[in-house]
């Protein structure tokens, strides 16, 4: 079983940034392709951003490439999304993702088997 916990979400301005971090329990975090989400108030949960286990694939969504950044340390048995230049529409409850990892879409929400409880993100203009 793992558990993820994120934490960095709040309130800021547009054009500030912000670094979310999910830390991961158990000891098989090296095995574990992550991933990052995100739920806007009434709209469907999206894919962000995913690394691999190696942390030597990364993808993100077009709406945030550019701007922000997903990275692991598998010493910490940490992953992190730092986001650059937020802007209102980024605005929504960022989720923390785990799969032990596989050849499939690391974009697609339904290969991930744990999921972290969520952190706010509010962008006001």
């Known amino acids: 079983q793992v558990q993820l916990v994120e934490s960095g979400g709040g309130l800021v301005q547009a054009g500030d940034s912000l670094r979310l971090s999910c830390a991961a329990s158990?000891?098989?975090?090296?095995?574990?392709?992550m991933g990052w989400f995100r739920q806007a108030p009434g709209k469907e949960r999206e894919f962000v951003a995913g690394?691999?286990?190696?942390?030597?694939?990364?993808y993100y969504a077009d709406s945030v490439k550019g701007r922000f950044t997903i990275s692991r340390d598998n010493a910490k048995n940490t992953v992190w999304l730092q986001m650059n230049s937020l802007k209102p529409e980024d605005t929504a409850v960022y989720y923390c993702a785990a799969r032990y990892g596989t050849i499939a879409s690391m974009r697609a929400e339904h290969e991930y088997d744990y999921w972290g409880q969520g952190t706010q993100v509010t962008v006001s203009s």
């Open positions: 690394i691999g286990w190696s942390g030597g694939r990364t």
């Open positions: 158990g000891r098989t975090f090296s095995r574990l392709d």
